[in-house]
Nanobody, 117 residues
Framework: QVQLVESGGGLVQAGGLSRPSCAAS????????LGWYRQAPGKQRELVAT???????NYADTVKGRFAISRDGATNTVYLQMNSLKPDDTAVYFC???????????WGKGTLVTVSS
């Protein structure tokens, strides 16, 4: 079992930055990938960025060059550095952990990021 708790969301002006974090606890030996997803009002949840155990990263086209995902192995924390924020980035951001051995996804409860124009 893995527990994920996000923090760091809030209200940001367009062009500003935010850095939500996700504290993970539990059993990690079979966790392959950690990531961030987001869900805007009235839309489906979508991938934002992922980072593998080897720190290989993957980003949605809409955030490439603006967002950066990182992980701290010592504290089991995943960060999402978000720069040059746009109103379209407004969403609830969810932390995700994927267990490749069992094909299971774990989710946090999410943190709201609101970008004002």
């Amino acid at each position: 079992q893995v527990q994920l708790v996000e923090s760091g969301g809030g209200l940001v002006q367009a062009g500003g930055l935010s850095r939500p974090s996700c504290a993970a606890s539990g059993t990690f030996f079979s966790i392959n990938t950690l990531g961030w997803y987001r869900q805007a009002p009235g839309k489906q949840r979508e991938l934002v960025a992922t980072i593998s155990r080897s720190r290989s990263t993957n980003y949605a086209d809409t955030v490439k060059g603006r967002f950066a995902i990182s992980r701290d192995g010592a504290t089991n924390t995943v960060y999402l550095q978000m720069n040059s924020l746009k109103p379209d980035d407004t969403a609830v951001y969810f932390c995700n952990a994927y267990d490749g051995s069992y094909g299971m996804n774990y989710w946090g409860k999410g943190t709201l990021v609101t970008v004002s124009s």
